[in-house]
């Protein structure tokens, strides 16, 4: 009997859980009408709102939402969810959970390259990305139904960013926070669990009217013209230039393959096009006068196959967005100067070399045969383009880079007229094999390589300049400035100011702000060697081997632009101003690389006057460079050596600028423990009593580091010796991509602005300076802010600006 009491208590309990089972799949299925009906009602009433009978106009009309209120964080590599919005490819694309930005990545991952990796929508589903727009049926109910854009757009509304000062913590703001990627089929999950996250993200909710422009956008099916095509003048030197670059000698296929590798990640402009009409220098399978068919290479230099291939220039269509935007312009003065650079000097180029990574990959062995002068000058005449490509890079988050260099420094340059080693072709081509970066990590943990073949072959190198270097004899300073590039009289590009903003950076022309720590002299095998390691041989989708060998020999390369910088100062200053540096870290270093060490002993400088030498130098180098003033204040300023709005302000104005300028010294001056609180960069509006003469200003924080080599070090984990070194920069433009906060401020109010930014000592100081003159991200007013930036910076900057991206705002 008691078998039968156990039988029946079982089957009683089995009937529980089938009656409990069916009940929960009939609430599942009550709850899934129900939510479907919820569903139907709103989009019902959505589209009951809209004026679906007249057709929106995307370039007139979405696209300026969306650059303004979208794309300006969903804009580059580091996209949330990679869903780039810079263009209606990069919509239809759609989403992916795979990060791009995976520092501790152990295998690479395939390159999702918008236009490049996959060419329709259809290849991008193959490779794990999924729609955020109806691909069903298309009907207004249906483009909002199935559009994930859409439903964050519409949770926003329903839900409007808090009126709070500060957002709450459940917002994640982090630049490595957890991934949240909603699919059509996890939408509804996702707007239960985060009710306020929808789209914009963080930021103040859009405007009827701009809400109402993408709704009413996606619900007709989000469409849009094809971009226009180029005007008959531009395209005749669309045809010129890409019958200059596939003529068929040896000699023209070599250099056009060195051009190609130095500006295959250019934003092209003509002389004469449009301010926003941008172009890229592709190879593709098809010549002039068909479709550019591009050949997708992971690197420039990689084998573009056994087919022939044709250098063409593609129509850049895309919005442009600061982070990425690196523009070179094309005319035919500069046709005629790769003319005088490379044809005019006589060589030979009896055999191409391969692409076979290894010896294809070293661009001194590969380019040989072309004059090293020629190759240095054509890096020379346009040095902020090629600084500024590992700086900001084709890549859109530099850290890996920018973890290695201090936050603030100048950049000059060897003199190639000089008799110097480093110019010296035989030199070089003999030192081909020592001079070879990291470019084969990519799914290779071998870390060992970096000290036993890159460091050895870097020590080698440095070992045959200081051979050379012994035999110089001493020289008087003035006569060693005939060393530092001038800028053969009129090139702003001889002198640099480089920015770092934690994991961001930007390139200044001119010696920007007061002397810094360290500068950076730099020749051409050393500017060659940036370029490739940084730019034409990184891969920002490969694992942790190929990012610590580039970070790594990084250090190299910077050790060697400093190392040359302290060549021109006393041999009794050297040591203790290098070790002064980077206090601890120097010691460390040395004892994995042991570096050649007489060049600290040879004298090959004399004649400095005072105990300071280091502070005499610069003053020495700014008076060498001092005829560039003039240029690089105005390419500061709005982008152009001739800018004319410096020299038609008006009186008021002037008067106004001279006032804030006095003011801004005050801020310029503070230092150390002061500077706890601020952002990286801040962009500062001065309102006067005519818009029109409204002034823009940026603080800029200058960090320092005695941990500036640490990998995986948080580098905002700084101890107070650190901090206590800490500078700020003033500048009279807006410098940087990632602004981390803005200020505005009458011109009445610019002295309190100053007096009370100098007094601050606190976070709770900083909170209230924030609250009189800041603006949150919470900020009704946050938008028109941000677009009055974005404005300025377009107006002075028609070619060279890009949206500023807004993914470092601070909430604070």
């Keep these: 009997m008691k078998w039968l009491k156990i039988s029946n208590n079982v089957r009683a309990l089995v009937i529980l859980f089938i009656v409990l089972l069916l009940a929960a799949l009939v609430y599942k299925v009550y709850e899934s009408s129900r939510i479907a009906e919820s569903e139907r009602k709103t989009i019902a009433l959505e589209l009951a709102s809209l004026p679906l009978e007249q057709p929106v106009d995307y370039v007139q009309q979405v696209k300026p939402v969306l650059e303004r209120r979208c794309i300006v964080c969903h804009g580059c590599y580091d996209a949330p969810c990679q869903l780039k919005l810079s263009s209606i490819e990069g919509l239809q694309r759609g989403a992916s959970e795979i990060r791009v930005y995976e520092p501790r990545r152990i295998e690479s991952i395939p390159p999702t390259r918008l236009f490049v990796d996959a060419k329709s929508t259809q290849e991008w589903r193959s490779r794990g990305f999924y ?81 109402q422009t993408l709704v009413t956008w996606i619900a007709q ?44 990640h250019a934003r092209i402009h003509f002389s004469g096009s449009g301010k926003r009409e941008f172009y890229r220098l592709v190879r593709s399978r098809t010549q002039t006068g068909e479709p550019i068919d591009e050949i997708a290479t992971l690197r420039p230099n990689d084998d573009p196959g056994d087919r022939p291939f044709y250098y063409r220039l593609l129509a850049y269509h895309s919005s442009i967005v600061a982070k990425n935007h690196i523009v070179y312009e094309f005319s035919n003065k500069r046709m005629q100067r790769f003319r005088d650079l490379f044809f005019t000097p006589e060589y030979n180029v009896p055999k191409l070399p391969s692409y076979e990574r290894g010896e294809g ?77 990291p470019a084969d990590f990519d799914n290779n943990l071998d870390l060992l390589r970096i000290w036993t073949d890159y460091w050895k072959g870097q020590r080698r190198y440095m070992e045959g300049k200081e051979a050379w270097f012994k035999t110089i004899g001493t020289h008087e300073i003035e006569h060693a400035m005939d060393y530092i590039w001038d800028g053969d009289g009129d090139n702003p590009n001889a002198a640099l100011t480089v920015f770092r903003h934690f994991d961001s950076g930007s390139v200044a022309y001119g010696l920007v702000g007061s002397n810094p720590e360290t500068t950076w002299v730099i020749d051409f095998p050393l500017l060659e060697r940036i370029h490739y390691l940084l730019v034409a041989d990184f891969n920002i989708y490969g694992n942790i081997g190929h990012r610590m060998s580039t970070r790594i020999y990084m250090d190299f390369l910077r050790m060697e632009g400093e190392d040359s910088f302290l060549a021109f100062l006393p041999v009794n200053k050297r040591k203790a101003i290098r070790d002064k540096w980077y206090v601890g870290q120097r010691n460390s270093i040395e004892k ?186 919470t900020n009704p007013l946050f938008w028109e802010l941000a677009d009055w930036f974005q404005d300025n910076d377009r107006q002075r900057k028609p070619v060279l600006s890009g949206l500023f991206d807004l993914n470092r705002y601070q909430n604070r």
Aim: glycine fraction near 4%.
């Design 131 to 211: 729609p955020v727009i109806n691909e069903t049926t298309q009907s207004p109910e249906n483009n909002l139904k199935n559009s994930t854009l859409y439903r964050l757009l519409h949770l926003k509304k329903l839900n409007p960013q808090p009126d709070v000062k500060k957002l709450p913590d459940s917002f994640t703001l982090k630049l490595d926070r957890e991934q949240t990627c909603p699919k059509p089929d996890s939408i509804n999950k996702y707007t239960k669990e985060h009710p306020l996250w929808g789209m914009p993200y963080a930021m103040p909710n859009l405007s009827t009217a701009e809400y």
């Design 221 to 264: 099916g989000s469409h849009t013209m094809a971009p226009p095509k180029p005007s008959l003048a531009i395209q005749a030197q669309i045809n010129q230039w890409e019958a200059f670059f596939n003529q068929a000698p040896n000699k023209q296929k070599l250099v056009s393959r060195y051009l190609y590798e130095h500006l295959f």
């Design 361 to 437: 990959s070293n661009p001194f062995k590969i380019y040989a045969a072309i004059p090293a002068v020629s190759r240095y000058r054509f890096m020379l005449d346009n040095a902020h383009f090629f600084i500024e490509g590992f700086i900001k890079g084709p890549v859109c988050r530099g850290q890996l880079a920018l973890n290695v260099i201090e936050d603030h420094f100048w950049v000059v340059f060897f003199n190639p007229d000089k008799p110097m080693i480093t110019n010296n072709g035989e030199f070089i081509e003999k030192m081909a094999d020592e001079l070879q970066v």
């Design 592 to 777: 994995l690389f042991s570096a050649p060490q007489e060049w600290l002993t040879t004298e090959s400088v004399k004649g400095y006057k005072t105990n300071d030498p280091q502070r005499e130098l610069y003053q020495i180098i700014k008076e060498r460079l001092k005829h560039l003033e003039k240029h690089t204040t105005a390419l500061n300023h709005c982008g152009s050596p001739g800018c004319k709005k410096l020299s038609i302000e008006s009186t008021v104005k002037r008067t106004a600028i001279k006032r804030v300028d006095n003011a801004m010294i005050k801020i310029a001056k503070l230092q150390g423990e002061q500077l706890h609180s601020f952002p990286d960069v801040a962009f500062v509006r001065v309102k006067a009593d005519n818009p029109e003469d409204d002034l823009t200003y940026s603080l800029i924080r200058n960090k320092a580091y005695k941990n500036v080599t640490s990998f995986l070090a948080d580098a905002h984990e700084r101890d107070r010796a650190d901090i206590g070194k800490d500078t700020m920069t003033v500048v009279k433009w807006l410098e940087g991509s990632y602004p981390n906060f803005f200020f505005s401020v009458a011109l009445s109010e610019i002295e309190e602005f100053s007096k009370r930014c100098a007094a601050i000592r606190t976070d709770k100081d900083y909170e209230k300076f924030v609250d009189q003159y800041g603006v949150r991200r």
